[in-house]
């Protein structure tokens, strides 16, 4: 079972709806992070989370510890979202990540 | 925040011959560099963890004599995959935690295709 579950595996979307990708995680964490892959494989990192909501520009993250889950919510979509995102979470007991299996969005004009 | 440059970004290569990937982290000093391998839809898997002056470590299933680890500068990570097969075909991506886990850079990424 891998320890970092996501929701859904692959969304399709008009320009202009809101999206959720959700991230499920089964251990204790410091903190979780939500990746970015382009088509041609580079990744960046959006946000790093350890508690509550961070914003950037029409990104949300948002994660409950208690419940052990995360989403990423994108406003207003654009076909540059197109993308695949991955959750990746650092256990509290461990050197080293576990990251989802992503989510592969595409966002049609 | 850190930058990391990954190189070459596609290589093929014929079977049974080695390829060298090289990772650099242009503006930090990296003590740690970390190699993942990712399949088509899959997940990042984490191959070895490179330190720098000292040998990498390797996760369980990884070959160390076939991905040969360098990390011989605080900006530079190589890995070799020697005597390639085509099940090495893959893409591979380094990348660079900084703070522990608070801040994270990846390489470009390489695709490897070995025919």
């Known amino acids: 079972k891998n320890e970092v579950e996501q929701s859904p595996q692959n969304l399709t979307a008009q320009e202009g709806e809101f999206i959720t990708i959700n991230c499920s995680y089964s251990v204790g964490i410091s903190a979780l992070h939500w990746l970015q892959q382009h088509p041609g494989g580079g990744i960046v990192s959006l946000f790093m989370l350890s508690s509550g909501k961070k914003k950037h520009g029409r990104l949300i993250a948002t994660i409950n510890i208690q419940e052990k889950h995360s989403s990423l919510h994108i406003t207003a979509s654009h076909p540059r979202d197109s993308a695949v995102y991955i959750c990746a979470v650092y256990p509290n007991t461990g050197n080293q990540f576990y990251f989802g299996t992503g989510t592969s969005l595409t966002v049609i004009p | 925040g850190a930058v990391v440059s990954q190189h070459p970004s596609r290589v093929i290569c014929k079977s049974g011959t080695s390829v060298k990937i090289e990772c650099r982290s242009l503006?930090?000093?990296?003590?740690?560099m970390f190699w993942y391998r990712q399949f088509p839809k899959q997940s990042l898997m984490l191959m070895a963890t490179s330190n720098e002056g000292s040998k990498a470590t390797y996760e369980q299933g990884v070959e160390k004599d076939k991905f040969l680890i360098n990390h011989a500068s605080l900006t530079l990570s190589t890995l070799t995959v020697t005597s390639a097969h085509p099940e090495d075909s893959s893409f591979y991506i380094c990348?660079?935690?900084?703070?522990?886990?608070?801040?994270?850079?990846f390489g470009q990424g390489t695709r490897l295709t070995v025919v």
């Open positions: 503006d930090f000093q990296a003590t740690t």
């Open positions: 990348s660079v935690w900084t703070g522990g886990y608070t801040e994270a850079f």
